[in-house]
């Protein structure tokens, strides 16, 4: 099993639609849970990240993560074509080094 | 403008032809990393360094090196590729570790535009 899986998509939903991106994970040990945006070309860039568990929100962006069921999801309300990216999950756990695992990615494209 | 650049973005080799892919960070952090994407298996670390003269392996390391001689440059040696180093590369800086910080923050690591390598 995977540490941390993420359906790969694609996803496409209309402009304005409420996005809903999931991952799971089995390393309970995992401390931080981020959420990065990847463009076409581009390196990821960190959208937000939370701190054990809980919701966070940052515009139209909502993360969430429940550790009991060791799932995490971010939401994107009023999604715009903008939004159309990859967007990977991320786990972050501090050993003897900053040892972040990530999901393979969701492919998401919102259509005007 | 602050950023992460590699070079090449491209490149198109043999095997066992060494090769370096270099990283380069102007905004004076101490913390780099590499990664590899592949597709369905995501980012993975290779190495990361946390200042001059100070690197360490992460977790696919086995055909790579790395050095850090100056804090705005990590580049990272290919000595004998092979086909399975085909991938997407990215280097990434941050100011320190990401979990330097107290009370639940993390530093931003920001990532390079990567460098597609293909290995013949």
């Known amino acids: 099993q995977k540490e941390v899986e993420q359906d790969p998509g694609p996803l496409s939903v209309p402009e304005g639609a409420i996005v809903s991106l999931n991952c799971t994970y089995s390393?309970?040990?995992?401390?931080?849970f981020m959420w990065y945006r990847q463009y076409s070309r581009k390196g990821p860039e960190l959208l937000m990240y939370?701190?054990?568990?809980g919701n966070k929100e940052d515009g139209r962006f909502t993360a969430q993560v429940d550790k009991s069921s060791k799932y995490i999801s971010l939401f994107i309300r009023d999604s715009q074509p903008s939004d159309s990216a990859t967007y990977l999950c991320?786990?972050?756990?501090?050993?003897?080094?900053?040892?972040?695992?990530f999901g393979p990615g969701t492919s998401l494209s919102v259509i005007p | 403008e602050a950023q992460v650049t590699q070079n090449p973005r491209y490149l198109i080799t043999v095997t066992g032809k060494k090769l370096t892919v270099t990283c380069s960070q102007n905004?004076?952090?101490?913390?780099m990393s590499w990664y590899r994407q592949d597709p369905g298996l995501g980012l993975r670390q290779i190495y990361y360094?946390?200042?001059?003269?100070?690197?360490d392996k992460g977790d696919v390391p086995e055909g790579y090196k790395v050095s850090r001689k100056e804090k705005r440059n990590f580049p990272l040696i290919l000595e004998s590729p092979s086909p399975n180093q085909t991938s997407l590369y990215f280097c990434?800086?941050?100011?320190?570790?990401?979990?330097?910080?107290?009370?639940?923050?993390?530093?931003?690591?920001?990532f390079g535009p990567g460098t597609r390598l293909t290995v013949l």
């Open positions: 990434a800086s941050s100011l320190y570790s990401m979990t330097q910080k107290a009370g639940g923050l993390i530093d931003t690591q920001y």
């Open positions: 390393n309970s040990a995992f401390q931080y």
């Open positions: 939370t701190y054990s568990s």
């Open positions: 991320a786990m972050l756990i501090r050993t003897s080094y900053d040892k972040v695992i």
């Open positions: 905004m004076n952090h101490e913390y």
């Open positions: 360094s946390m200042n001059v003269e100070v690197t």
